[in-house]
């Protein structure tokens, strides 16, 4: 099975307002969030989907783990 790549476009698209997906990137990988309570509307508290997420985690208070949970549904480009 291939990995399916997604341009940062693509990524923006799925924000939450432009479409019923919700998804967000870290370390190139592109997960989907929809199914998530605290990514609804496209928030999550001062994040924003259909962004890569790598450069924020620092600030969050939990790590990486959290991705875990998450369908990873491909790659960012």
Same mark, same amino acid.
């Given at each position: 099975m291939s990995t399916k790549t997604y341009t940062r476009a693509q990524l923006a698209l799925r924000n939450g307002q432009d479409r019923e997906e919700? %998804?967000?990137a870290y370390q190139q990988k592109v997960y989907d969030v929809s199914a998530s309570r605290l990514w609804r509307n496209? =928030?999550?508290? +001062?994040? %924003?989907?259909?962004q890569d997420l790598t450069d924020e985690l620092p600030d969050?208070?939990?790590?990486?783990?959290?991705? =875990?949970?998450? +369908?990873?549904i491909g790659v960012l480009e």
């Open positions: 919700i %998804w967000v496209g =928030k999550h508290y +001062e994040h %924003w989907a259909g969050a208070p939990h790590t990486e783990e959290v991705f =875990k949970r998450f +369908e990873q």
